[in-house]
């Protein structure tokens, strides 16, 4: 959340699912999308440090993974941009996140080789791969 004087902020939103993390004991969180959990696109940055603070803190407060989606921007997408910054908004959050990976259909021979896919298998057969980064 933004307050009157423009910072970001935590908000009791966290604490909730402290609360019930803490109780119900899980092995794996997943928050998707990440963009819906933070104070919105005004301060990306910032928004996304803080934004993984809240989740890294919660993984070690509950010794569990926070496995969180961040969707790849429209450029990247459309041009299968490969690297940790594809993702849509700032930089921060690749910087902050401890393990980057990216989801595109693999689509032609040439795609398949590069992810190490052997090129007898026709790209309509693979529905996606990770690409590594």
């Known amino acids: 959340m933004i307050n009157k004087n423009g910072q970001i902020v935590q908000t009791a939103f966290s604490n909730v699912i402290d609360q ?3 109780k119900v004991k899980p092995s794996l969180v997943i928050v998707d999308p990440l963009s819906a959990y ?4 005004r ?14 803190t919660l993984a070690e407060r509950n010794t569990c993974c926070v496995l969180f989606i961040h969707h ?17 908004g700032g930089t921060a959050v690749a910087d902050n996140s401890r393990m980057s990976a990216l989801f595109y259909p693999v689509e032609t021979t040439d795609e398949a080789r ?9 790209p309509e057969q693979v529905y996606g791969a990770m690409w590594p980064l």
Do not use: F
Request: hydrophobic residues 40%; positive net charge; glycine residues 14%.
């Open 38 to 41: 933070g104070a919105g696109e």
């Open 20 to 22: 019930i993390m803490r």
């Open 72 to 88: 790849v921007g429209q450029v990247a997408a459309e041009r299968k941009k490969e690297g940790q910054y594809a993702g849509r």
């Open 114 to 122: 590069h992810i190490g896919l052997p090129a007898t298998i026709p």
């Open 43 to 56: 301060l990306i940055n910032d928004n996304e440090v803080a934004l993984s603070g809240v989740l890294r």
